[in-house]
Structures are given as structure tokens and as C-alpha cells.
């Protein structure tokens, strides 16, 4: 944090919170708002902000806090500015209104096939009605909609996104279907991504996310928690199995942001769902072996992992490093059979736009850069046969398991409503050749293909318009959709 902003900053904490929680102020920001996240990490790099920024969606307590801490005549350079009028825009928005109504649509040649962070569509057609009601207190989100699908011509109606929540102190619980991305990449993320439908349930999440007052934990800087528990679909190997998920964010540097979480499929039609069966996986009594866990009493499939985030500054230009290791299973007391993720983002001014970059590499098969590989693990399991995929999508990487993908990709944004995107990204697909289920044609080989996006943003009156294209230079099927050769997409969202 630059020093001109530090001085007063815990003294004013407790008043900041008592009047955010007084506001009419949704609970958080969205995982659909690719300029916002731009917006945000610039000033967190640039040492503006002391804010996490690795688990969307991000509670608006937090940043208006921030906010409040900023003297925008002290920001160095326009775009820095700009961000921050941007965030400040948003902000306000939810910070005056007690409802909102948007209208949105989403047309395409084809369903979506890798979809990163802002993209929030999983169908060809979709149409959505959405009504939040906002107070003091109490949180309230109604979203229905139409779709329809490569793999499913019956339109189907659902509700994905609708949710009620209420704050008690500085803890928001709700009930709803939330999309979340944990995790610090762009392109991918290993534990939790808008690449599948979100798993309606239950979640505790904090509001704000201030330090703690006694010196022995003080050092953990703006701390963040969350929990949820999930009701998967009945249509699976275990229907009905639940999905449980925490994770505990922290900044012990202004510069330096840690991520801790676990994700697990639990219980399900005849599998154990008694407390004993919970706590021992809770405690890591969950593998076929250990301590008489043999395959009819497994309580359940975890992953556990680790990300972090460290800003730096090349030459003035804000930028920032960034690593995330998922296990598949446990060896030692620590996860182990790995998947990982690295990355490297930056962003810099030049007439008058705002350019932001990132190199990114993931891979998920499991124990592929240091160790064995070990193939048909990630996402898969012995006996939660469906995997950690939720409606045949994976819930984490878009590639889904034994996959590699090397991503670049460019944002574009002028200091008026223009958002320009694009990327470019080598995939390789089934890298062991094998697989459990069959595929359509019977054969399964390694794939390797390019895929390239181009996206144009810009706003009319009220609506916020999109249209864009995916290339891809071989077909890849999957369980839920295919690439094909082009992807051709117009999305929109109407705010009244």
C-alpha cells in the first residue's frame, strides 16, 4: 500500500463496515465482469488497494473499503483513474439502488467448448429474466431463463443464479446457485470455475474482509472465508451426491495474496452420509486402505490445493505472478498427484487505452510436471464414477482431465465503454490416450489443436452488448458439447 494511504486506515475500519452493512449494497460482485477484475487487480498492483482478489465472486463491503481509503487526486496516471472511476461506477450503482432488473440473451452457432473467467453462458440459446431486491440487511436475486443446447434440443427453463442471502454482523448467509472462480488464472482454474452450471446450496461467506485486531493473527492482513454445501444431480453414477467446498484467503503483504481451500463429493444414494462418515473426511480418513476404509464405507472424493498471487513492478508497468497446485489425493498429510496452473499478467497505458496481458499454462493430469503421471485421476474417481463434473461439464478446467493448455490472451479498454479481447491458446487433449467411458467413435488418441478468440464490448444506452468469435483449428468432443471449425456469438445484457 503506498504510505500516504496508511496512516488512520484501522481506525476508520469499524466505521467503514457499520456503513456498508447500513447501505443498500448487493452482497458481491460477479464472475461475469472481465473489465471490473481488470479494474480491481490494476489497483491492487499498482499498491492502491489491499484487496483479495483470487475468490470471485468479491464482497462489495471490501472494496468499497478501499475505495474510501483512495484519494483519487494522489493516482498517478489516467488509466489508474479510470479504473477506479470504473469500480467506483459499479459501486455506486448497487450502493443507491434498492432493485435492480436486468434482461439478458446469448446466441451462438454452437454451445460454448472452453470457457474462461467472464464467461457466463454454458448453452447455444439463452434467454433471462433477473430481479434483485436489495436492504439493509437482506439480499434477494431472482433469475429465470430459457435455454437450449447442443446435446439437449428441448428447451429447458431453469433458474442458475437465483440465490437470498442475509448479513448477521459481518458474515452473509444465503441459499442459491452461485457461480464462483477460485483461483487466480484467466483462462482456467483447477478447483472452481463458471465452466459448469452452478451447484444450487447452501454458503457462509465473510462481508468484509478486515485484519484481525489481536497481534498474533494481525499479520494475516484482510483476511476472506467461505463455505458452501451443494446439491449435485440426480442423473449420475451416485445421484444425489453433495458437493462441499471452504476456502480461507488471506494478504500478509500488500503485495501478496495466499489462497487455501478444499472441495469434496460427499454422500449421495447409497453412499454413507452419517456425521462419522463427514468428519472422517473432514480429517483425511477418506482413501481405500487406510485405517479400515475400504470402497463401501469411502466417505468421499477431495481436492485440496493452494494459489497465490505476488504484485510486482517491471519498469512502472503494475504486474503480477501467479501459481496454483490442486491434489487429487493425499500422500504424507499434503495433496499429492498434482495439477497445476502458472501464469504471468501485466498491463500498461498507451494513447489513452488501458492494455492488460496475461501468459498462462495449466495442466491437469495429475502428477505431470513433477512425478508420475497418473492417468484417468484428475476429475475422475473409483466410485463418484461422474467425476467432478456437475450437468457433464467439469467444474474446474473447461479442458476437463489429462489435458494441457498454453494460454496468451489481451484486453483492450478505453476510457469510455469499448472492451476489446482476444487470446490465443494451444491445447492438448487426452494426453494419455485412454480413457474410462467410450467415446462416440469408439477410439481415443492424443489431440493437439489451436484456439482463437476475438470479442468486442461496448455499451448502447442501457444495454451491454457483445459479439465475438472462437476459431479452432480441429474438432473436439466432448460429453456436452463440440468445438467445431468457427464459433460465432451475440450476448447482451439490458439494464432497466
Request: with cysteine; proline share 4%.
Amino acid at each position: 500500500m503506498k504510505e500516504s494511504l496508511i496512516p488512520g486506515r484501522k481506525s476508520v475500519l469499524a466505521l467503514l463496515l457499520v456503513w456498508s452493512l447500513n447501505a443498500h449494497a448487493s452482497p458481491w460482485a460477479d464472475t461475469d465482469d472481465i473489465r471490473l477484475r481488470h479494474s480491481l487487480q490494476l489497483l491492487v498492483d499498482s499498491g492502491y488497494a489491499n484487496l483479495n482478489v483470487m475468490a470471485w465472486p468479491i464482497s462489495w463491503s471490501s472494496i468499497d473499503r478501499e475505495l474510501m481509503l483512495i484519494d483519487r487526486a494522489e493516482l498517478p496516471s489516467d488509466r489508474i483513474r479510470t479504473a477506479f472511476d470504473y469500480v467506483q461506477f459499479e459501486l455506486r450503482r448497487y450502493k443507491t439502488q434498492s432493485a435492480h432488473f436486468e434482461a439478458q440473451f446469448y446466441a451462438s452457432s454452437r454451445s460454448p467448448f472452453l470457457k474462461g473467467f467472464g464467461d457466463s453462458f454454458t448453452e447455444k440459446d439463452e434467454a433471462w429474466l433477473q430481479a434483485e431486491f436489495l436492504g439493509s440487511f437482506l439480499a434477494a436475486g431472482i433469475r429465470v431463463g430459457g435455454v437450449n443446447g447442443d446435446y439437449d434440443e428441448t428447451p429447458t427453463a431453469r433458474a442458475d443464479g437465483s440465490y437470498i442471502a442475509g448479513i448477521f454482523g459481518n458474515w452473509v448467509f444465503g441459499i442459491g446457485a452461485i457461480d464462483r472462480w477460485w483461483g487466480p488464472g484467466w483462462q482456467s482454474s483447477l478447483i472452481l470455475s463458471n465452466n459448469a452450471r452452478p451447484v444450487p446450496g447452501v454458503f457462509l461467506r465473510r462481508n468484509a474482509d478486515t485484519s484481525f485486531e489481536t497481534r498474533w493473527l494481525s499479520w494475516l492482513g484482510p483476511w476472506s472465508f467461505e463455505m458452501f454445501g451443494g446439491q449435485l444431480e440426480g442423473e449420475r453414477a451416485v445421484p444425489d451426491a453433495k458437493l462441499l467446498g471452504a476456502r480461507f484467503s488471506f494478504r500478509p503483504l500488500q503485495n501478496l495474496e495466499f489462497g487455501l481451500y478444499r472441495v469434496a463429493q460427499w454422500g449421495g444414494e447409497g453412499r454413507p452420509q452419517s456425521i462419522s462418515s463427514l468428519v472422517d473426511m473432514l480429517l483425511g480418513r477418506d482413501n481405500i486402505g487406510d485405517g479400515g476404509v475400504v470402497a463401501e464405507n469411502e466417505p468421499g472424493n477431495q481436492l485440496a490445493g493452494i494459489d497465490l498471487r505476488f504484485s510486482l513492478d517491471f519498469d512502472s508497468l503494475p504486474s503480477a505472478l501467479y501459481l496454483q497446485v490442486v491434489g487429487e489425493d493425499e500422500a504424507g498429510g499434503l495433496p499429492s498427484k498434482r495439477l497445476w496452473l502458472g501464469g504471468l499478467e501485466s498491463s500498461f497505458g498507451l494513447n489513452d487505452w488501458d492494455y492488460g496481458f496475461f501468459l498462462e499454462a495449466a495442466t491437469t493430469s495429475a502428477g505431470g510436471i513433477f512425478g508420475s503421471l497418473s492417468s484417468n485421476v484428475a476429475y475422475n474417481h473409483q466410485t463418484y464414477l461422474t467425476g467432478y463434473r456437475y450437468h457433464g461439464r467439469s467444474i474446474g478446467a473447461s479442458v476437463d482431465n489429462d489435458a494441457e493448455i498454453y494460454s496468451i490472451g489481451l484486453r483492450l479498454i478505453a476510457p469510455s465503454s469499448t472492451v476489446i479481447t482476444g487470446s490465443v491458446a494451444k491445447v492438448r487433449a487426452n494426453i494419455d490416450s485412454a480413457r474410462i467411458a467410450p467415446s462416440p467413435s469408439g477410439e481415443f488418441y492424443e489431440e493437439s489443436l489451436w484456439e482463437a478468440q476475438l470479442a468486442y464490448q461496448n455499451e448502447w444506452g442501457g444495454l451491454r452488448y457483445e459479439v465475438g468469435c472462437n476459431y479452432f483449428s480441429r474438432e473436439l468432443i466432448n460429453d456436452y458439447a463440440a468445438s467445431g471449425d468457427f464459433l460465432v456469438w451475440l450476448e447482451g445484457t439490458y439494464r432497466f
